[in-house]
């Protein structure tokens, strides 16, 4: 388990101090694929890198499995980072080594003996699906495969931990979606936790079980996907998550409900229901569904008559199917 306690980054400069995090409190769980997610400058890629002390924290602490690694000493340091591997948008390949060699590199480093690495090298080549490639060099690769050979490099000495910075920004999106699906094989299979710095909402919505949103640099909420892009309670989760459905609320007049759709009920033809039930007619403003964890989530936005009797009537309807609704003014 990974746990940040008043994680803090303040970067000194001649123009006066840059805080890129603010005591944040995060813990994630083991088995999870937890995203991290908010605008640019929020402080993201600062609390991946934290994890590993690629970035030393101002304060706080840094916790994997109960021990404090901002307190470990240089060669204890060694030893906990080769227990969390980690990728980047830019591939970060040894341009001069072959994708096996690539692969190999770590564990030449750890002096692994060379039969061992060797098997190794042929296991992770292919699981990420790249065993006919082993001789190539990254030039005559294409993107996502690179962030293959990158994802085996980063599994080379068996880490319990993933840190992903950004890994899909660079792709297409039919290549993030199969290096997605590889995360997900990953998680699934050899039990890594992994962390995912992205901006990318469809990148949380595929993979990630837990999310954060980081904004200015703080912690503006977290919790499970489902929850969190169901119910988003902060400005700047709205904002990332359900956009258009800012801009329908803020236009016009009229009785607005928003109405969520939790998994169990998004199947159901409610707005036909109001309609042809309760004589009410619905002006839908805005609508978005999404799926997770293999059920589909979403809100809607619909303005209803000025008739207080037609109002009290599709709330009453609306509560007797249990769609969850609020008044939006």
Do not use: W
Request: proline fraction near 4%.
């Amino acid at each position: 388990m990974i746990e940040l306690r008043n994680l803090t980054k303040i970067y000194p400069s001649k123009a006066g101090e840059t805080v890129a995090l603010e005591s944040i409190d995060l813990t994630i769980p083991d088995g999870s694929i937890y995203g991290v997610i908010g605008l640019s400058g929020a402080g993201k890629s600062t609390l991946v890198r934290c994890i590993n002390l690629l970035e030393k924290p101002t304060r706080g602490q840094v916790l994997l499995d109960g021990e404090d690694v901002t307190a470990a000493k240089k060669k204890r340091l060694g030893e906990i980072r080769r227990g969390i591997g980690m990728i980047f948008q830019s591939f970060n390949l040894l341009e001069q080594r072959t994708a096996a060699a690539n692969v190999r590199f770590p564990l030449e480093l750890n002096k692994t003996p060379r039969g061992e690495a060797k098997q190794r090298v042929e296991e992770l080549l292919a699981l990420v699906g790249l065993s006919e490639k082993a001789d190539a060099y990254p030039s005559q690769l294409s993107g996502g495969q690179k962030q293959r050979v990158a994802i085996a490099r980063a599994l080379a000495t068996r880490p319990k931990y993933l840190l992903c910075d950004e890994a899909t920004s660079a792709l297409d999106p039919a290549t993030t979606e199969s290096i997605l699906q590889l995360l997900k094989k990953i998680n699934r299979e050899l039990g890594v936790t992994i962390v995912v710095i992205t901006h990318e909402m469809k990148v949380v919505e595929s993979v990630c079980t837990h999310v954060a949103v980081l904004d200015q640099s703080r912690i503006a909420e977290e919790g499970r996907v489902e929850d969190v892009f169901s119910f988003p309670q902060s400005e700047i989760a709205k904002q990332l998550i359900i956009p258009g459905l800012i801009r329908s609320i803020a236009g016009g007049g009229g009785n607005k409900l928003r109405l969520v759709f939790h998994g169990d009920t998004s199947d159901e033809p409610v707005i036909s229901g109001l309609a042809i039930e309760c004589g009410v007619p619905a002006n839908i403003l805005f609508a978005d569904t999404r799926r997770i964890d293999g059920k589909t989530f979403g809100h809607m936005v619909i303005e209803l008559p000025e008739n207080g009797k037609q109002v009290s009537a599709a709330k009453e309807y609306l509560a007797a199917h249990n769609v969850v609704f609020k008044e939006e003014l």
